[in-house]
């Protein structure tokens, strides 16, 4: 913190909301987790507990609100303070929209049921673990205000990126050869799409702790390689 | 307003970051109207213009993020005052999103180029339509501080829902009878993925303004159907 609280209280009450928001990024881990783990071993059972597991991170991430909105109206913070309250406000609502990805594609593993064949296993196997290593780094950044750590997972998007345009080409490949794949394929090809989303939104919590521990905002936009192969716009 | 303000250029102030993300709305409204026709067109240079649009819809949320911190630790604002900047925010964050998700369709229809033939066309139409209807009410609801307006919006997602089912499954049909659709299919089932996730913003952007207006918030859950028609939760 930049500088000293006159309020003893109003330190601990930030430090109450960094731990709720980290309570919430790592039910979101074990979302992940637990999603990739449901995928690999076909366990709907495992995917419907994490189906539930996301209310959980909702109700998390309503009860940040409102400690955000009692803190903002009785402790009128400025500067460092306000700019973590506002941080935690961000992080908080990407880590819901991670909680949700994971969650959905849960419903998709559910909807598949027994057409799951092991096409793109390994995919979202990799795929997976690479978007839980990238919320854990932008996690433990955010944890030990660490701007560089940041700047890294932001970096490291590019990996995810890849994976996601390789095995999008995999699966239409699958759905080429085989008419019947088509359907399956689909739900795959909106899977590999829900991961590469959970890694953007880690890319969007760099860019928040990056602005809210050094007061500098990261460029609007990084080089991107598409699914077909041409470079864009991130 | 609740209550009078004792600070004229605070009222000042917060009509004028009403004003902006209206504005920031208009964009956006454009943009998806803008999208459908070069869809329904095969206007590739409209589509490199909605492109180009993103970056001002980016700048302009930018710009009100930097007037809510000021806004904030200046005025320091409580109750209502208070609700309305987070509202403010949060709309801009949504509105920032469906100006994203439309410049993804727009990308798409440009790595599609000579590819894109006439399926799909009438369901992309129909949708854009409703999900651009969607945004002007929410919009509507929020420049009116109509919670009722709000509710409908809320509510008429799932006529949003039904267009992408319906969508999601004649593209499945293409792509079964035809393989060399699958991969303009692949496009197709992503692009109706972006304008169902734009209904999704509005319905975010009608909860905001619900619980900003009334101080109480929507249900958390709303049953949804899914693409394989079964019910599932939103």
Redesign the interface.
């Given at each position: 913190m930049v500088q000293g609280h006159t309020v003893k209280a109003f330190t601990s009450e930030l430090n109450a909301l960094t731990h709720d928001v980290l309570r919430m990024g790592g039910l979101a881990e074990a979302m992940i987790s637990d999603m990739a783990t449901a995928f690999a071993e076909g366990d709907l059972e495992l995917a419907q507990r994490v189906i539930g597991a996301d209310?959980e991170v909702?109700e998390l991430e309503?009860r940040i609100e409102r400690e955000i909105?009692r803190l903002?109206?009785l402790r009128?913070?400025?500067?460092q303070d306000?700019?973590s309250i506002?941080a935690a406000?961000k992080v908080s609502?990407d880590l819901e929209r991670i909680g949700d990805l994971s969650k959905n594609v849960c419903?998709r593993l559910i909807?598949m049921g027994d057409d799951l064949t092991s096409v793109g296993k390994g995919s979202v196997e990799r795929m997976s673990r690479a978007v839980r290593l990238q919320l854990k780094s932008v996690l433990d950044a955010y944890s030990t205000e660490n701007p560089q750590e940041a700047i890294d997972v932001w970096l490291n998007d590019e990996e995810i990126d890849e994976h996601y345009n390789s095995m999008?080409r995999e699966v239409?490949t699958y759905?080429?050869e085989d008419?019947r794949m088509?359907?399956m394929g689909?739900h795959l090809?909106?899977i590999a799409?829900n991961l590469e989303r959970i890694g953007d939104h880690c890319t969007n919590i760099a860019e928040v702790v990056h602005f809210y521990v050094t007061g500098d905002?990261l460029p609007?936009t990084r080089p991107k390689v598409?699914?077909?192969g041409?470079t864009?716009e991130a």
């Open positions: 209310r909702d309503a909105m903002l109206a009128q913070p400025v500067a306000l700019r506002i406000l609502n419903k909807e999008f239409l759905m080429m008419p088509i359907s689909a090809l909106f799409k905002e609007l598409s699914e077909m041409r864009k």
